[in-house]
């Protein structure tokens, strides 16, 4: 069982910055062994997909709404993911959530939004204009 805990959230203003946390946990959890992402979920909006990594050879993927404004990074250390988003907007607030999934395909699996299996509770991001 892994346990995912988010924090970092908050209000901004937009074109500010915010850098989300994500704590993982649970008996012989490693990131390495896993796809990590970050998903959202708006107002009114269905959750999606924004960012994903894999530990094992770095590679990542970005969702079209926050290409080149995102980045996703681990430091094994600390056990944590991280999601850093600059230039924020309006259309950013969402609650944010940080995910996994057991892969055995290496980076193959990780675009794979659909097929997260560990979750964690989420933390609010409000972007105000």
């Known amino acids: 069982q892994v346990q995912l805990v988010e924090s970092g959230g908050g209000s901004v203003q937009a074109g500010g910055s915010l850098r989300l946390s994500c704590v993982g946990s649970?008996?012989?959890?490693?990131?390495?062994?896993?796809?990590a992402a970050w998903f959202r979920q708006g107002p009114g909006k269905e959750r999606e997909g924004v960012a994903a990594i894999y530990i094992g050879d770095g590679s990542t993927y970005y969702a079209d709404s926050v290409k080149g404004r995102a980045t996703i990074s681990q430091d094994n250390a600390k056990n944590t993911l991280y999601l850093q988003i600059n230039t924020l907007k309006p259309g950013d607030t969402a609650r944010y959530y940080c995910a996994a999934r057991r892969t055995t395909r290496g980076a193959s699996w990780c675009p794979y939004w659909d097929e997260y299996t560990d979750w964690g509770q989420g933390t609010q991001v409000t972007v105000s204009s």
């Open positions: 649970g008996y012989g959890f490693r990131w390495n062994d896993y796809c």
